[in-house]
């Protein structure tokens, strides 16, 4: 057999090697990426700031406190939208995954515990969209990270997290029969005004992954 013949054989060889090859920088980052999810579910940011009461035109007595609006915010929602600047649609998908199944098969990280009966709390909806969000952001992000594809991933991922959300909460609702009034105080206390929150520091976590995201694609090539 001559050179000719063998070279582009040992070449073949070489190519096939190289996509077996388990990508240990990948893993160590997915499983970083899945840590921080986990990290901002027990994060709860007291955030404040003032506003104009209402009863300020009525004529009542009114102290400073009054001016100052305060709420709890838990981040998650942005950080899986920084989770998919950072890593891309792809990686991120896989993240998400990892952390859902992570919370129902293995260790209890949800808010409020885990294991496969957690399909029945009234909140997984928000989780299980998690995963429609990074694909869709993620399919704009891919693209093109202009700041028009940041807004649109901003807002069509959270969006879509909270319409999930929602849905799946009045689902629980029909089936445990908690009533219209608990589910409106529900979209209320987990969907009101947390969405404007979710947007806003969605995108700006979204801006910071998208410069972390070039420093990564240059480590991993």
């Not at 709890?72 to 942005?78: A, D, G, N, S, V």
């Not at 997984?124 to 952001?137: C, D, H, N």
């Not at 609702?173 to 908690?178: F, G």
């Not at 209320?188 to 969405?195: C, D, E, F, R, Y």
Request: with cysteine; aromatic share 14%; charged share 15%.
């Amino acid at each position: 057999m001559s050179e000719e013949v063998l070279i582009p054989k040992m070449k073949r060889v070489d190519k096939t090697k190289k996509k077996f090859r388990i990508p240990w920088l990948n893993i160590a980052i997915i499983i970083l990426c899945v840590l921080l999810i986990i990290g901002s579910t027990f994060l709860n940011i007291n955030l404040k700031h003032y506003i104009i009461p209402p009863e300020l035109f009525s004529g009542e007595k009114l102290s400073a406190q009054d001016f100052i609006f305060s709420i709890f915010f838990i981040p998650q929602i942005p950080v899986i939208m920084f989770v998919c600047s950072l890593l891309g649609k792809k990686m991120a998908t896989v993240t998400t995954m990892l952390y859902i199944l992570t919370g129902l098969f293995i260790v209890p990280i949800f808010a409020l515990g885990g294991g496969i009966q957690y399909f029945g709390e009234y909140g997984f909806g928000y989780i299980l969209g998690y995963i429609p969000a990074v694909v869709l952001a993620g399919s704009f992000l891919d693209n093109k990270y202009s700041y028009w594809n940041m807004i649109k991933a901003a807002v069509l991922g959270v969006l879509t997290i909270h319409f999930i959300g929602i849905l799946y909460m009045l689902i629980i609702v029909l089936i445990r029969k908690s009533g219209m009034d608990f589910a409106l105080g529900w979209i209320h206390a987990q969907s009101g005004l947390k969405i404007i929150y979710d947007l806003i520091f969605s995108f700006v976590l979204i801006l910071i992954g998208k410069y972390l995201h070039a420093c990564l694609k240059y480590v991993l090539e």
